[in-house]
């Protein structure tokens, strides 16, 4: 049966979310960790689109991304997670033999108030909480390292949000989102739900892709 082709609306916030197939580690080396941040920032030259988050874990990674046009968060998040299969398969001789990722991508769409907010700091806080790191700014390979440690070109990868940030948010991202919060989030990703506010979650929902 043909796949229906994924919803995505422009000017909305998206969480997007792909793993490997089975669980795999697919980054091991800086390089890898680097490799993947190349091919999101080359990507926008073929798709216009604006990350306002990320993090790049051993066997996933968590985008937050703001489609300019309809079908946007679609062709960007399909042309990176191509390229990087491709890329992976041929610095590793396996190509042919099996599929990188487990699947499409995951995605939600997110109101532009505190919920925007939450999904950045579970976003960002996702290797602190995998204790991959004693320190939330010590993993590198993320929006918050770049927003708070990159150097200006670094920085130029990441778009300004669409709502304030919170002048406490290094702290905020640190102390990490209660148990609540956090449960929402995963029953989205899983999901697929709209995260938001009951009123917005009644209007969005016909946009998430089931």
Request: hydrophobic share 35%; glycine share 4%; charged share 25%.
């Amino acid at each position: 049966m043909a796949r229906h082709p994924r919803i995505s609306v422009g000017n909305t916030i998206y969480h997007v979310l792909n793993r490997s197939n089975g669980k795999a580690q697919i980054f091991f080396t800086d390089a890898d960790y680097q490799s993947f941040e190349s091919i999101l920032e080359d990507s926008l030259q073929n798709t216009r689109m604006r990350i306002l988050s990320y993090v790049i874990m051993p066997n996933h990674w968590h985008l937050i991304l703001y489609p300019y046009e309809d079908g946007d968060l679609s062709r960007y998040v399909k042309l990176v997670t191509e390229t990087h299969a491709a890329r992976l398969r041929r610095k590793t001789d396996t190509i042919g033999t099996g599929h990188v990722y487990q699947g499409r991508f995951k995605s939600f769409p997110i109101q532009h108030d505190r919920h925007f907010i939450a999904v950045a700091r579970y976003v960002e806080a996702n290797p602190f909480r995998a204790d991959l790191v004693s320190k939330v700014g010590h993993w590198k390979w993320s929006s918050f390292w770049r927003r708070e440690f990159g150097n200006a070109k670094q920085k130029k990868l990441l778009s300004n949000w669409p709502v304030e940030r919170p002048p406490n948010f290094h702290k905020m991202v640190t102390i990490g989102l209660n148990e609540e919060d956090v449960s929402e989030i995963k029953h989205s990703i899983e999901k697929n739900m709209p995260f938001g506010d009951d009123h917005w979650k009644r209007k969005h929902n016909i946009k998430t892709q089931k």
